[in-house]
Nanobody, 128 residues
Framework: QVQPVESGGGLVQAGGSLRLSCAASGRTFSNYAVGWFRQAPGKERQIVAAITRSGGSTYYADSVKGRFTISRDNTENTVYLQMNSLKPEDTAVYYC?????????????????????WGQGTQVTVSS
């Protein structure tokens, strides 16, 4: 199995940028579709972005389209989430999740229950 580990969170002012990284230990990350989720206090965990195992297709929640970019470097076993023009409502714990996609190159899950492996999360706080 694969174990995702997030990094890159922190405190940033509104309008600023952060880049989150999700590094995988264990199996080769290139066989997994990966999603970024976030959960704010008192709210449900929601999809932010997702990417197929090759990186050829991506998905973005409407709330982050045009501001966030998901990408991956399979040679580095890492998936990134570049977050620009951050807003206070982006404040949340951000989680990376992986779904095995050995026989499904176009797999792009957008629901949390579809993912098998989760990281511990990294806090992102955007001040106004």
């Amino acid at each position: 199995q694969v174990q995702p580990v997030e990094s890159g969170g922190g405190l940033v002012q509104a309008g600023g940028s952060l880049r989150l990284s999700c590094a995988a230990s264990g199996r080769t990350f290139s066989n997994y579709a990966v999603g970024w989720f976030r959960q704010a206090p008192g709210k449900e965990r929601q999809i932010v972005a997702a990417i197929t195992r090759s990186g050829g297709s991506t998905y973005y929640a409407d709330s982050v389209k045009g501001r966030f970019t998901i990408s991956r470097d399979n040679t580095e076993n890492t998936v990134y989430l570049q977050m620009n023009s951050l807003k206070p409502e982006d404040t949340a714990v951000y989680y990376c999740a992986a779904k095995a996609a050995y026989s499904s190159p176009y797999l792009l899950p957008t629901r949390a229950y579809a993912y098998d492996y989760w990281g511990q999360g990294t806090q992102v706080t955007v001040s106004s």
